[in-house]
């Protein structure tokens, strides 16, 4: 008989309940004839920021590591993990352990999925965060420069621009020009190498 351990975790972007959750998964594990050795839960708790919220996950965690089930059946792939580092540890957890996971919303068993493996959920997984990262970046900078917002170092100044070329054709250093000019060195620099250029063409 398949040992079966149920984990569930409620949220405010989750409809269903954790009391709602286990009591549906169990449900699930007797039409298919497991048996639920344990039941693991996560509720919200007001507690301080760095305090760890979920208990009862790092517990089902043990579990699995100790050899004490055979399957996690957990409601949806949105219940575990704070973080998608997180889920993917729990994923390599539970592979290490040759323990199968079940997610009833998404209709996903790894014992059943016609070779998709866990490793394969998690790479698209990461795939996904990866595209999704950027989608959001581009997006930001999009609406940036919809509101004129300038990208990368701000322009020197004219003014500047020229005191620091007639101290540099004075012979001054560069820290010393970055110093008399009000910019930085690195900025000097530039300008030292575009003078060059210049002089190299002329």
Known sequence: MKRVAIYA???????????EQVEN????AIERGWTVAHVFADRPTAVKKDQDRRSGELALIDAIRSGAIDRVLVWSID?????????????????????TVTLHDEG???????GLSLFDVSALLAHHLRQ???????RGQ??????SIRF????ISTTKAQRAKRELAAGKGVRQVAKIAGISPASVSRIRTSMNAEAAIT
Do not use: H, M, Q, W
């Open 9 to 19: 975790r409620s949220s405010p972007d989750c409809p269903v309940s954790a009391d």
């Open 25 to 28: 998964l169990t449900t699930v």
């Open 79 to 99: 219940r575990i993990g704070k973080s998608l580092a997180d889920l993917i540890g729990f994923i390599e957890t539970c592979r290490s352990a040759y323990v």
């Open 108 to 114: 996903f068993d790894s014992e059943t999925s016609n």
């Open 132 to 138: 999704s990262r950027r989608d959001r970046i581009l």
């Open 142 to 147: 999009a609406a940036a420069r919809a509101l």
């Open 152 to 155: 990368g170092r701000p322009p």
